[in-house]
């Protein structure tokens, strides 16, 4: 007998309309942006301590669901997704035990990387001041990218 299909990832991948794939993208965005929120009241804001599952699921999505990851493309949104995955890349680069989180933020890299319109998306101006241990620049994302 043959293996039962997965229901989630079959459900996942027939989501369609514009008003879903608007509702879950400002849902990653604002959970991956959690961690970078800046407070001047220490303990303020509680940060999100499933930011890997949160990464897995993202790459997942926009796996399964070729049209989620093309509403992602074509909106401003897709720079607001990966600043937080630089962050998060930058920040567990030195970390051993952290390597999963490495692989993760390159594969949603690879899978984005491969559209145009994420190219064309990168050359907007960088002006968003993430407290990451790079050398200050002016410059695009894509020379964020380069430089994480």
Same mark, same amino acid.
């Given at each position: 007998? &043959?293996?039962?299909?997965?229901?989630?990832?079959? $459900?996942?991948?027939? !989501?369609?309309?514009? /008003? #879903?794939?608007?509702?879950?993208?400002?849902?990653?965005?604002? =959970?991956?942006?959690?961690?970078?929120?800046?407070?001047? =009241?220490?303990? %303020?804001?509680?940060?999100?301590?499933?930011?890997?599952?949160?990464? *897995?699921?993202?790459?997942?999505?926009? #796996?399964?669901?070729?049209?989620?990851?093309? $509403?992602?493309?074509?909106? %401003?949104?897709? @720079?607001?997704?990966?600043?937080? !995955? =630089?962050?998060?890349?930058?920040? &567990?680069? &030195?970390?051993?035990?952290?390597?999963?989180? *490495?692989?993760?933020?390159?594969?949603?890299?690879?899978? @984005? %990387?491969? /559209?145009?319109?994420?190219?064309?998306?990168?050359?907007?101006? $960088?002006? &968003?001041?993430?407290?990451?241990? !790079?050398?200050?620049?002016?410059?695009?994302?894509? #020379? =964020?990218?380069? !430089? *994480?």
């Amino acid at each position: 007998s &043959a293996m039962p299909d997965n229901l989630f990832v079959n $459900y996942l991948s027939r !989501i369609h309309r514009e /008003e #879903d794939f608007s509702f879950i993208l400002k849902g990653f965005t604002r =959970l991956l942006n959690n961690p970078l929120v800046q407070t001047y =009241l220490p303990n %303020s804001s509680k940060k999100i301590q499933f930011h890997q599952e949160l990464l *897995v699921f993202f790459w997942k999505m926009c #796996d399964h669901n070729k049209k989620f990851m093309f $509403y992602v493309l074509k909106s %401003s949104e897709v @720079l607001e997704v990966l600043v937080p !995955i =630089l962050y998060h890349l930058n920040d &567990a680069r &030195a970390d051993q035990s952290r390597v999963g989180l *490495v692989h993760i933020g390159v594969f949603i890299l690879l899978l @984005l %990387s491969g /559209e145009r319109n994420f190219g064309v998306r990168l050359n907007k101006p $960088y002006t &968003a001041s993430v407290p990451m241990d !790079i050398p200050v620049f002016t410059g695009t994302h894509a #020379d =964020l990218l380069i !430089i *994480v």
